[in-house]
Structures are given as structure tokens and as C-alpha cells.
């Protein structure tokens, strides 16, 4: 499909996530130089405000495997990403310094990047050196659990895990976004309704038939929502269309619900506040504005 010279640009556009690793083991030395492509990541005021849990031991591996949120067996190489605050904080404290960065949405914000970036550059080198990786989310979803399980100071929130190894398979090259959706000069644009399906359709052509297990699951969900005269008219809507668009499946369907994703946000707010992070709270330390 794409056809560079330059070995870096082919890595890129052929690159996908690998979920299957050979029963091969990732040396010492070649996670060395995945790691070493994280540290040299770009990150906000290079405060580099991330921490990477990489899980060898077995009991710590059968605790994670009991959260059921995330692969473990099979898998060479687990690292668990974290945003850290601790580090800069503590530092501070041994040096008799003011610290709010564990108070403030805009430091949680740039670490949050940080951490991707880290990521993806850990990501680009495995699959330089012939490696294969996953990130997954779902970390997130048992923030105190791991917190517990890999002894976490306050301010250190795990979000992310990245799996690696050998790939069983070459990963399948994705349909992405055309540039022109996802690119625009100068300003936004916004393409007619037929134009933007279209292009849309290009992508995301998965249809799902018109089945009943479908349509009831969507409908529940359009219903709790958006109530049951919504649902009905969805039901019907998809019917006359005599399929399923894939935006059902993603909202509707057994991945990202719409009467599931925006529930428990007070949850999360806790989650993140319990590690110590109290970005959520109004503060004013008469420093003004920025
Ligand atoms: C922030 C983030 C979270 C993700 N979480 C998961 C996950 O929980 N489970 C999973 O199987 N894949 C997960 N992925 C991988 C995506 O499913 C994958 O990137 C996407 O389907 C596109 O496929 P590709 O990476 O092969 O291009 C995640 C990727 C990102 C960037």
C-alpha cells in the first residue's frame, strides 16, 4: 500500500497493534532500547511527569490476571504507565519548594500527553527492533486495585498498559481517517451531510445485519439515554435502512455503550482524587493568570 524508501516512514504507516506474542523471550538488552526511546520522549517543560511498572513476577502477575480488564498470560513484556507527580513533588519538598502540580488540571492535562508521547516512542522503537505492542485503557478502570498492587506513592495514577513481544503475525494495516478528515487548512471544515458519509463510509464500512440480538441491544441503549419514543424511532430508522452503520456498533453495541461510557464520572473523579491528585478542587494562590 505505501511504498517509502525511508524504512522510519514505512514503520509508521504500517504499523498496528499486536495482540498475539510468540512464546519468545524479549531480552534484557532489547527492552533496554525500547525503554531508552521513552525516556528520550518529548514531555512538557521536560519535567517528564510518567512512570512505567514493568511486571516480571509471577504473583503480581496472577493479581492482575484476577482483575479480568486486560491480557496477561502469554504476554513477554507488561508495562503499566503511569502519570507522576510524586516524583517532582517530593523533590520539592526535600528542596523547601511551594508545589501545586498535583493540584492543577493543567499539569494533569500536559502529563497525560507526556505519558502518550512516552508511549508511542516506546511503541515505534519495539516495532524498529521487530517487535510488536498493544496500549490498552482498561488499566484505568481499577485505578486502586493497582495502586495496591505495585505500591503507588500519592500522585502516581496508572492509566495505561502497553503489552510486547514478538508478533505471532504481522498485524493487519488498519482503515484509518483519510487526511482530509482529519486535516484541515486554516480552518474547520465542515463537509454537507453527503459528503461527510461518504467519507466517513470510507473508513468505518463495517455493517452489521439487521438481527434482533442488534436491534434489541441498541434500542436499549438508545432508550436509556434518550428515551423510549428515541429508541423507537432508531429501531425503525435502522430498519428502513436495513442495516446497521457502524456508529451503532461502537455506541450501541458492545463497546463504547452510550448509557455505560458517561456513567460513573464521580467515580473517576474519586479514583484520581483518592491517588492524591485534587485537580478537581478551585484554588486561587494570588499568583494571577497565565
Ligand atoms: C488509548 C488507547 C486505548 C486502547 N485500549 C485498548 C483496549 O483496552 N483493548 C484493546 O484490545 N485495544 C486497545 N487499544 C488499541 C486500539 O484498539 C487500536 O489502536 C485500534 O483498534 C486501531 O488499530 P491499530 O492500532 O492496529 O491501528 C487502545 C489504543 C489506545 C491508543
Known amino acids: 500500500m505505501y511504498n517509502e524508501t525511508n524504512k522510519m516512514l514505512n514503520l509508521l504507516y504500517e504499523r498496528g497493534s499486536v495482540r498475539a506474542y510468540k512464546d519468545k523471550e524479549v531480552s534484557e538488552k532489547t527492552l533496554e532500547k525500547v525503554l531508552l526511546a521513552g525516556k528520550h520522549a518529548a514531555s512538557g517543560g521536560n519535567l517528564q511527569p510518567v512512570s512505567i511498572i514493568i511486571v516480571t513476577d509471577k504473583d503480581k502477575k496472577d493479581e492482575l490476571e484476577k482483575l479480568n480488564l486486560f491480557p496477561v498470560k ?36 500536559i502529563s497525560f500527553q507526556d505519558m502518550m508521547c512516552h508511549m508511542q516512542s516506546i511503541c515505534t522503537a519495539g516495532d524498529a527492533l521487530g517487535l510488536g505492542s498493544c496500549i490498552y485503557g482498561t488499566p484505568k478502570e481499577a485505578i486502586p486495585q493497582l495502586r495496591e498492587i505495585f505500591k503507588l506513592p500519592e500522585a502516581v495514577l496508572p492509566i495505561n498498559l502497553v503489552t510486547m513481544g514478538y508478533p505471532k503475525k504481522k498485524p493487519p494495516i488498519r482503515k484509518k481517517l483519510d487526511l482530509e478528515m482529519l486535516c484541515h487548512k486554516n480552518e474547520y471544515t ?24 442488534y436491534l434489541n441491544e441498541i434500542y436499549e441503549v438508545c432508550k436509556n439515554v434518550e428515551g423510549e419514543d428515541f429508541a423507537k424511532e432508531t429501531r425503525q430508522y435502522l430498519k428502513e435502512k436495513g442495516y446497521i452503520p457502524d456508529v451503532c456498533r461502537y455506541f450501541g453495541y458492545k463497546k463504547y455503550n452510550a448509557d455505560v461510557f458517561a456513567n460513573q464520572n464521580k467515580k473517576f473523579i474519586k479514583d484520581i482524587e483518592d491517588a492524591g491528585l485534587r485537580i478537581f478542587d478551585d484554588y486561587d494562590f494570588s499568583g494571577g493568570e497565565l
Open 74 to 109: 502469554n504476554i513477554p513484556v507488561l508495562m503499566f504507565f503511569c502519570i507522576d507527580w510524586y516524583r517532582t513533588k517530593h523533590w520539592a519538598e526535600l528542596e523547601h519548594m511551594a508545589y501545586t502540580a498535583d493540584k492543577s488540571i493543567r499539569h494533569f492535562i
Open 190 to 213: 465542515q463537509y454537507s451531510d453527503e459528503e461527510f458519509l461518504e467519507k466517513i463510509y470510507k473508513k468505518h464500512d463495517k455493517k452489521l445485519p439487521l438481527e434482533e440480538n
